[in-house]
């Protein structure tokens, strides 16, 4: 399982990014992925999440209202559309799967076994 993500950068506050994560060597359609990040010093913290048909979502109550997540199944690909952004937004982007099959969205960062890389967003105030 490989999981590549992509789109961080530098922006200013209030400005938008839109996160992408591609996915291979799983059979993406049927899994949960879920976005999490970590700012220098602070625990790696949920901020959004999609079920395998993308019919649920939940996010974290700090970017609700802000964030959207989506996936294109047939591309093996999930995005993060962020607006309105703040300087507390400011970390490395993760992409994350459990490869539980047609489960439901979860929150906690230990109940996932799959991990992109990472990407940096950085918001200047």
């Known amino acids: 399982v490989q999981l590549q993500a992509s789109g961080g950068g530098l922006v200013q506050a209030g400005g938008s990014l839109s996160l992408s994560c591609a996915a291979s060597?799983?059979?993406?359609?049927?899994?949960?992925m879920t976005w999490f990040r970590q700012a220098p010093g602070k625990e790696r913290e949920f901020v959004a999440t999609?079920?395998?048909?993308?019919?649920?979502?939940l996010y974290a109550d700090s970017v609700k209202g802000r964030a959207t997540i989506s996936r294109d199944n047939p591309r093996n690909t999930v995005l993060l559309q962020m607006n309105s952004l703040k300087a507390e937004d400011t970390a490395v982007y993760y992409c994350a799967t459990n490869l539980q099959p047609y489960s439901h969205p979860r929150t906690g960062r230990y109940e996932y076994d799959y991990w992109g890389q990472g990407t940096q967003v950085t918001v200047s105030s």
């Open positions: 060597g799983l059979a993406f359609s049927r899994y949960v």
């Open positions: 999609i079920n395998w048909s993308g019919e649920i979502t």
